[in-house]
């Protein structure tokens, strides 16, 4: 059973460029979770989502971040007009729905954003 | 708001020394308790986890106990190993303030192992 995916694992971009994160959760699970690690840092939660559906966003900047998680495909974590500041691993993780709780969360290898 | 506490590191140990690693937790309902492990260059893997007090979760020799009364799930191992070498997160899922499980981590602690 493949563990969760993230692609790419490193991402360069320059200032004002648009980042595309991508992340396909465990078999059976449809709970995704994004987190951002800044440098040192713990880390910290971003958004929640099910399949077609934003549950929890209120980790997530104001402007310029968006998730989705399509019927069909990985869940995308999306950057617009990038900043140096966005500079950080971003881990995705999933779980699947155990009676009416959401069971433990298990962690893609993360995606290394640098923006120069 | 949940928030999690834990030591500063670095902590730094020879092999085969004893290890804690304190981690307190502030929580609105009844969380459940993780530790994660991040090695170099690599996503978290959890470690163990206890679901409700009095609980011990354990793994690859590592221990930690669910303490109520102390708001506390300290880390513990009796002899480490430098492949142990990593950063600890301690973590809360508290069901009863989000709809999902969203985890409060708290800074890390990197331990390091020498021989």
């Known amino acids: 059973n493949a563990g969760v995916m993230q692609n790419p694992r490193h991402l360069v971009r320059r200032r004002g460029q648009e980042a595309r994160l991508r992340c396909s959760p465990m078999?059976?699970?449809?709970?995704v979770y994004w987190y951002r690690q800044l440098p040192e840092e713990g880390l910290k939660f971003m958004v929640y989502?099910?399949?077609?559906?934003?549950?929890?966003e209120s980790g997530m900047p104001k402007e310029r971040f968006s998730a989705e998680f399509p019927k069909e495909g990985p869940s995308i974590l999306r950057i617009q007009q990038v900043v140096r500041g966005d500079s950080a691993a971003y881990f995705c993780?999933?779980?699947?729905?155990?009676?009416?709780?959401?069971?433990?969360?298990?962690f893609g290898p993360g995606t290394r954003l640098t923006v120069l | 708001g949940d928030s999690v506490t834990q030591m500063e590191g670095p902590v730094t140990l020879s092999e085969e020394a004893f290890l804690t690693i304190n981690c307190t937790y502030t929580a609105t309902g009844y969380p459940s308790l993780f530790w994660y492990v991040q090695y170099p260059g690599e996503g978290l893997q959890l470690l163990l986890k206890?679901?409700?007090?009095?609980d011990k979760g354990s793994n690859k020799g590592f221990e930690a106990t669910y303490r109520k009364e102390t708001t506390s799930f300290h880390l513990e191992k009796g002899s480490v190993q430098v492949s142990d070498s990593a950063v600890y997160f301690c973590?809360?899922?508290?069901?009863?303030?989000?709809?999902?499980?969203?985890?409060?981590f708290g800074g890390g602690t990197r331990l390091m192992v020498k021989p």
């Open positions: 206890a679901t409700k007090a009095d």
């Open positions: 989502l099910q399949k077609e559906n934003i549950i929890d």
């Open positions: 078999k059976g699970h449809s709970h």
């Open positions: 973590a809360l899922s508290d069901s009863g303030n989000n709809a999902g499980n969203m985890l409060t």
């Open positions: 993780a999933s779980s699947q729905l155990v009676g009416s709780r959401t069971d433990t969360q298990y």
